[in-house]
């Protein structure tokens, strides 16, 4: 098979983690050509006074404003940087590319437009940049392209918007400072008319709540499905175009000013390092889940009528899955402990308006948490959430409800939390998020996968391709019930830094080896009980339904409540 032969578009002798990342995965891929860089050439100014100079010319008050603003982002880094480090190991701002002067590089100057926004290639560079045969080029620099550079290659040129990363270019600065909550990802493939560009992968990312941190999962989430595109590319020879869009002007209402920036560390950052310090003093603030569940009666019952079941004294309950045996109904949670954050599954039996706490009957050296049970034949199985352990796991049960062995490993190294099984026929399929970046990012990615065996290690993707959703507000799990011969799951809706905030009932109105789809039929918010800020789990048999919910508690009070 013909390797797949890739350019890459960098900003001089350094470019971002962006370009870092996508170069080292052609280098190391035995399906691509050597990369070929092209890169503007480093430019030596005068020094400090020369660039003051040319800094003054477009007006004092713009100088002042660009100087406050520099001095205020590198206040922003110095403060977010060691959270950003502690969550990404392979954090940089730039990247040296020094290593790299042994592949072919081609080095450009260009015609840049009087805003020295968009670049266009002179006739003699496109013809150097033809001549090498290119299949696709990547767009890693900071500039808008313009002119034949975009249909030099096969396929095209690619961006997805992430350039060099600086105080001039705050991705995913604005999802922060309006708090909302999805930041979008998108690939495109450039078009000459830059509002109107084709769509090759979109997807959305629960924002965080601080800028770097929102930016870095927004690059290692996008680059995983750069990598998956550029695969699938080498492998099918074939682009395939989502849709086509027209693009508003990036932040055209949006001018980032100093001001912006100092409203930033104002309202964002300021506040954050005086709730920490308040939690030191008074201890932290936790999310303390709590279960509720009620006969529904064809699920006339309102939530707010569901009997509340009380919290083990230093512990919480999560993640409620309804089990009926041998004419008992059961309810299978996560139970957490507060003293080493981790999660065992435990069982309530239920009798009518009382309830029995059986206590824990599933632990690992791992947090265990969704304990998905359900019944095939005469015997009942249990998938627990076990992402710590990077695998999928199938327990049964020896003697209901306290003893049980694990099974099989269903899937193995994989970064996936909430596994659900739906038997169709002859054949299982299985709903998991996986973070195809493996950033632990759970909350945007449905993957689907079959069998036709339950105990098998082998599970293929469905023929549409993962992730049937890229959206987090639409792709975790949190439940599955089955009701007037319909099957319904329930995903988790996340706030900005909020996850689980509330839920949506979906109708699977489509489920097969090729295709899957669903429509929503109910949102449910956290609006039925005392206190509660979040809701983000329901599941339901023909007789008994369950719910979660939140309130915020003082670590100190709920160790000994």
Known sequence: ????????????????????????????????????????????????????????????????????????????????????????????????????????TIKISGVKSSSCQILEFTKNEISLIAAQELDCIIHCGSQKLNGEILNSSKFGVLSSFHPKHNEHEPNGFWEVYYKKPCSEIVIYKLNQDHNKNEIVCKGNLMTSNLWLVNYFQMLFKSNSFFVNLLSDLAMNRKLKILEETTINKRDSYRKYTSLIFAKYLLFITIPKIINNLISKILSPKLTRYSIAYSYHSDHSKLLSSYIEIENPKGRFLADPFVLEHEGSDYIFVEDLFFNDNKGRISVIRIDEDKYEFLDVILEENFHLSFPFVFKEGESIYMIPESHENHDIRLYKCLDFPKKWKLEKILMSDINAADTMLIKKEH???????????????????????????????????????????????????????????????????????????????????????????????????????????????FSANNKIAAVDFVRQQRERKALIT
């Open 1 to 104: 098979m013909k390797k797949l032969r890739v350019g890459f578009i960098i900003d001089n002798s350094k470019s971002s983690l962006y370009a870092s990342e996508l170069i080292k995965f052609v280098l190391n891929n035995d399906y691509f050509d050597d990369p070929v860089i092209i890169s503007e050439p480093y430019r030596k100014y005068s020094g400090f006074f020369h660039n003051i100079y040319f800094s003054l010319k477009k007006g004092i008050i713009r100088y002042i404003d660009n100087a406050f603003k520099k001095l205020l982002f590198l206040i922003i880094k110095k403060i977010e940087t060691k959270i950003v480090l502690a969550r990404f190991k392979s954090y940089k701002f730039n990247v040296d590319f020094k290593n790299l002067k042994k592949y072919k």
């Open 427 to 537: 054949t299982w399929f299985m709903l998991t998020n996986i973070c195809s970046a493996e950033i632990s990012d759970h909350q945007s990615e449905l993957h689907i996968f079959y069998s036709n065996e339950l105990e098998s290690s082998r599970w293929e993707p469905i023929l549409s391709g993962n992730p049937v959703i890229f959206d987090s507000s639409k792709a975790r799990n949190g439940g599955l019930f089955y009701f007037n011969d319909k099957i319904f799951r329930v995903n988790q809706v996340h706030g900005q830094a909020h996850y689980g905030k509330s839920f949506d009932i979906n109708e699977i109105t489509l489920l097969s080896k090729d295709n899957y789809d669903e429509k929503t039929f109910l949102s449910i918010n956290p609006d039925f009980k005392k206190n509660i800020i979040a809701t983000h789990h």
